[in-house]
């Protein structure tokens, strides 16, 4: 069973704020769930299978044994038609000019 | 006017333009007035496009008119999933974060359509953010399975499927993370296609999860189905999971076609006649000439759990962006920046996209992402390398879709595990990237009952065309 606590926890992590009913009903929904997911422990993993390429030491050399292949582009933006630009301002609900405004994150 | 023949299928519609037989506008305003009668009681969409659809039919008339060569899609009037942006049209993903967001461009599927001379029709309902079996999951409406209106019409494309199987639209798209293209099709009776990961560009789609997320068609007809795919697969610079696809160019015939029917699909908690509907067909297909083989699939019962984790995990990521700042809803609370976060994403996001993001943030949290996700990930590669043995020998898969007909409305919103297991049977092919169709095979008592069929990785034209076969036998 998860702890209340627990719950209150994860939601703080996942930026959401969950009102009292919420936490008990998540509380029961997530316990319920992960007591499903616990199946996965009986499930026997082999050799080869370790996962596509998270988490992984000699991650290159997994990844070339599983066919994976890079395709990282280099970190450049590519300029977009100015009625497009205008549309994404546009779309943000607090801005000034050309500009999207940001509450202080300090 | 003679468009009164019920179900006209892309094909019909262009012959019926080139005969001079019907105008463009004349189909795309008998289907408005279909969507007007219709759509009262099945709540198929969310939002009618009808202005563009008419100008985009009245294109397709010029081009008749001045005797032009017609697109392939050219005067077939369609249905969008809610999920994918029409440029200067609401998108709202069935979520109150995004009631009131404009696209500001088309996704790559859309231009491509747009291109093929498609009509659009308008945009329909889904759960949450393509997160649902039943589409009950929707912020704003109900869609009701057009068979039945007491029961649901599966999710998450159910809007698009209910749209197709009442005939409000000649076809439309849908997305597919774990089922929601194929239990739907399968639940309203149509044909419904997950191409294989990176045939189809996801630009443009919202995304779910984007490691199992693929765009595809919801039709009457496989010939439709693979006239629509043709249109919108191929690589495109915007999504580089899209492949550069050198097509097998192989031919199946079900003479020679050998069929693997996996035990794991058929086990208790399946509805016995479902599982006699798909056993007759596959021994039709038998009757004549397919080799029918048992395999098996061993790690299939982990499917479920590994699917939702992992599908849950990157959601949770890919849900980050709804934060208040950049579009959508904002509640621009006193305080700081954090107190906007919390404030928009609790009001924005409904029941179950929380339950997933918390599932998700739990699985990666240190402590458990050992035991969850990696784990999960395990078997995901695992479930691959199943699928990839049993390819060695057989050349298709068929499963049922789900293990029931449509449910009713309501039945299982108060438990999502039990929600959850309506995608057992779907969920393999996401996890392992590979084509599979919904097709329908039968009925119990006026319900549809849909077979599943799994290619190889990239034999979609062929998994399609074996998918026709059987359609052929079905009738």
């Not at chain 1, 606590?5 to 919420?22: F, H, N, P, T, Y």
């Not at chain 1, 990282?72 to 607090?94: C, F, G, M, W």
């Not at chain 2, 563009?52 to 009037?77: F, M, N, T």
């Not at chain 2, 906007?340 to 739990?362: C, H």
Request: aromatic content about 8%; some cysteine; glycine content about 8%.
């Amino acid at each position: 069973m998860i702890s209340k606590e627990e719950v209150i926890k994860i939601s703080k992590l996942a930026r959401l704020k969950l009102s009292e009913g919420e936490v008990s009903k998540m509380q029961k929904d997530l316990s319920e769930v992960f007591n499903y997911f616990n199946l996965l422990k009986k499930a026997k993993s082999q050799s080869k299978a370790a996962v596509f390429s998270v988490g992984i030491k000699n991650k290159k050399e997994k990844e070339e044994s599983i066919g994976i292949k890079r395709i990282t582009r280099e970190d450049r933006a590519d300029s977009q038609l100015e009625p497009v630009v205008k549309k994404l301002i546009e779309a943000a609900p607090d801005k000034k000019n050309s500009h999207i405004k940001v509450k202080s994150i300090f | 006017m003679s468009v009164q023949k019920q179900f006209l299928t892309i094909n019909d519609i262009k012959k019926g333009l080139l005969e001079k037989r019907f105008s463009a506008l004349e189909v795309t305003k008998n289907y408005l007035k279909r969507i007007k009668e219709k759509d009262e009681e099945i709540n198929a969409f969310l939002v009618r496009t009808e202005e563009l659809a008419l100008s985009q039919a009245k294109e397709i008339d010029k081009l008749v008119s001045e005797g032009k060569k017609l697109p392939v899609l050219a005067g077939a009037p369609c249905a969008v999933k809610d999920i994918i942006l029409i440029k200067d049209i609401k998108c709202t993903a069935g979520s109150k974060i995004l009631e009131n967001y404009i696209a500001p461009y088309d996704a790559t599927v859309i231009k491509k359509l747009k291109d093929s001379g498609a009509v659009i029709l308008g945009k329909t309902n889904l759960d949450e953010f393509g997160m649902g079996s039943s589409t009950e999951n929707s912020a704003f409406k109900i869609t009701k399975n057009p068979h039945d209106l007491s029961r649901v019409p599966g999710g998450s494309s159910g809007g698009s499927a209910a749209a197709v199987a009442a005939d409000e639209c000649c076809y439309a798209l849908g997305s597919d993370t774990g089922g929601s293209i194929r239990l739907p099709a399968s639940f309203c009776g149509v044909v419904g296609f997950k191409p294989t990961y990176g045939a189809v560009s996801r630009y443009g789609l919202i995304a779910f999860a984007s490691s199992l997320d693929q765009v595809g068609p919801l039709a009457k007809s496989v010939e439709d189905a693979k006239i629509i795919f043709d249109v919108i697969s191929g690589k495109d610079k915007m999504d580089s999971t899209s492949a550069e696809v050198k097509w097998p160019k192989s031919d199946y015939s079900l003479k020679n076609l050998k069929i693997g029917v996996p035990k794991e699909y058929f086990i208790k908690g399946i509805d016995p006649e479902v599982k006699k509907i798909i056993k007759e067909t596959i021994k039709k297909a038998e009757e004549q000439g397919a080799k029918i083989e048992e395999i098996s699939l061993p790690y299939t019962e982990y499917a479920l759990a590994a699917f939702y984790i992992i599908a849950p995990s990157e959601a949770s990521a890919n849900l980050a962006r709804y934060d208040g700042i950049k579009y959508g809803l904002s509640e621009n609370e006193k305080g700081g920046i954090l107190d906007v976060y919390l404030g928009t994403r609790s009001k924005g996001l409904g029941q179950e996209v929380k339950r997933r993001i918390m599932l998700g943030t739990y699985s990666l949290s240190s402590g458990y992402y050992d035991a969850y996700y990696l784990k999960a990930q395990e078997i995901r590669n695992l479930i691959k390398e199943d699928f990839e043995k049993a390819f060695d020998k057989i050349d298709l898969i068929f499963t049922p879709v789900s293990p029931t007909t449509a449910f009713k409305i309501g039945e299982k919103t108060e438990d999502p595990l039990s929600m959850y297991l309506s995608d057992v049977f779907t969920v393999t092919a996401n996890l392992a990237g590979l084509p599979a169709v919904s097709l329908p095979c039968g009925k119990i008592d006026n319900l549809p009952v849909g077979i599943q069929i799994i290619g190889k990785p990239f034999f979609d034209y062929q998994l399609l065309q074996a998918a026709s076969f059987i359609e052929k036998l079905s009738l």
